[in-house]
């Protein structure tokens, strides 16, 4: 928690620091949050779906859309654009103030 309050108030929300690495850092962040709520989300699963055969796919498919995000963010970083993920583009977006 610490981190995130230090990299939220010291790096989004100065203006000093280019709107491009705001952006990145907010959707780092953005990630973070949504893979903790998914692990808080999965323990009120039933063990059956947790540790069953449908679970074993499901958490496949959670790494690898969360995996393959991560890599779209990172290629679009190294590239100078701006990722295009949906709803976290946006609520990166509603976090930095642009002017």
Known sequence: MAYFFVAYLGVVRRKEWPHFFRFHVVMGMLLE?????I?????WMPLAVYWGKLGMHFWTAVAFAYLFTVLECIRCALAGMYADVP???DAAYIQIPYD
Do not use: N, P
Not at 33 to 37: D, E
Not at 39 to 43: D, P
């Open 39 to 43: 692990g808080t989300v999965s323990r």
């Open 33 to 37: 949050i949504a893979l903790q709520v």
């Open 87 to 89: 709803f976290a583009c």
